[in-house]
């Protein structure tokens, strides 16, 4: 059995992927549909604060979380060629009427303008609904489009190495004024000794190590199966279904815009370390019990480092969320 320094959990997870759409319009409050990019992008962070806070207290206590994420994108072998980099930034000033935390795609209250000073300059973020009718607070990339056309700039925070990144909120009758800063890491989260496309044996242990991201920060490594390929008739947009000519695609119903892993219902090997060690290794028992169980054709594996901390300002108590993520695919031999 897997044996691990921390916190190890052995759940099952569904890859719930999400087509994309995004609006680039931010003169308004724009309305989020549970398949939208945006959506996926806050409910990601939804999922990994409620795994890493399981049988503890809340991560997030404070009236507001201020966040700001880093990583890569990833979807099934043969879907998009290369590494799709993301940053983005979130506010959500909690609710009592809207907000039930860390359910941050329910929304929040008005925080007014909220405008992010990096090192690029000065990015506005975009004002969305949550599905409870509230406020969200996003830095949304993309241009109008759904599927692969929603993909042309996901990068909308550009990271900078200890950066003060300041969040600068106006304030409204429902919330006041604040500057708040947060200082990224010296070096993004990064998996260091497997490379995309790598080939994995099963019959050994699977050792992990990746560098970057901050020493406090809490880390999820998660391996999820992908099943086999198996040969469907394609339509003419490139989608299942009673096209002309057959070729290797994934299993139908599966959409390839791999943005949120919702921990749910899909078999993989989660594992939680309370301190950012570094390393991890899965040993070859779990990692073919896992292969045979879903006759996986590859695996994806997904890291990500949370560091939370707090703060007070006009006895207002605020959350801060800075998360780093990396993920590849790898081939079985």
């Keep these: ?120 300059g000065a990015i506005t973020l975009k004002t969305l609904n949550g599905k409870n009718g509230g406020y969200v607070y996003l830095t949304a990339p993309g241009k109008p489009g759904k599927g692969h056309s929603g993909i042309f700039e996901p990068v909308s925070v550009p990271f900078s190495a200890d950066y003060d990144y300041v969040f600068n909120v106006s304030g409204s009758d429902d919330f006041t004024a604040m500057d708040i800063t947060l200082k990224s890491p010296s070096a993004k989260l990064a998996i260091s000794n497997l490379e995309d496309g790598q080939s994995v044996a099963l019959d050994q242990d699977l050792n992990i190590e990746w560098t970057g991201a901050s020493a406090g920060s809490e880390v999820i490594i998660a391996l999820l199966p992908f099943p086999g390929m198996e040969k469907v008739k394609m339509d003419h947009s490139g989608h299942p279904g009673k096209g002309p000519k057959g070729k290797k695609h994934p299993a139908p119903g599966v959409d390839p815009d791999f943005i949120r892993l919702n921990f749910d219902n899909h078999p993989a090997i989660i594992s939680k370390i309370e301190s950012n060690e570094g390393s991890l290794v899965i040993d070859q028992q779990s990692l073919s019990a896992l292969v045979d169980s879903t006759n996986a054709g590859s695996l994806m594996l997904h890291i990500s480092a949370i560091e939370t901390s707090n703060e007070s300002q006009n006895d207002i108590s605020i959350s801060k969320i800075i998360r780093m993520n990396d993920r590849i695919v790898l081939n079985l031999e």
């Excluded at 604060?49 to 507001?64: C, F, R, S, Y």
């Excluded at 506010?91 to 039930?100: N, Q, R």
């Design 1 to 120: 059995m897997l044996r691990f320094r921390k916190i190890v959990h052995l759940v099952l997870l569904p890859i719930l992927l999400f087509v994309i759409s995004c609006e680039n319009s931010s003169s308004s409050q724009e309305n989020i549909s549970s398949d939208s990019y945006n959506m996926a992008l806050i409910e990601a962070l939804d999922d990994e604060i409620m795994l890493v806070q399981q049988d503890k207290a809340n991560l997030v206590e404070g009236d507001v979380l201020f966040s700001l994420s880093w990583g890569n994108l990833k979807g099934r072998p043969g879907m998009f060629d290369g590494d799709i980099e993301s940053g983005h930034a979130m506010a959500i000033a909690f609710s009592d009427s809207f907000s039930v935390k860390p359910y941050f795609h329910q929304g929040g209250l008005n925080m007014g303008d909220v405008i992010l000073l990096g090192p690029e």
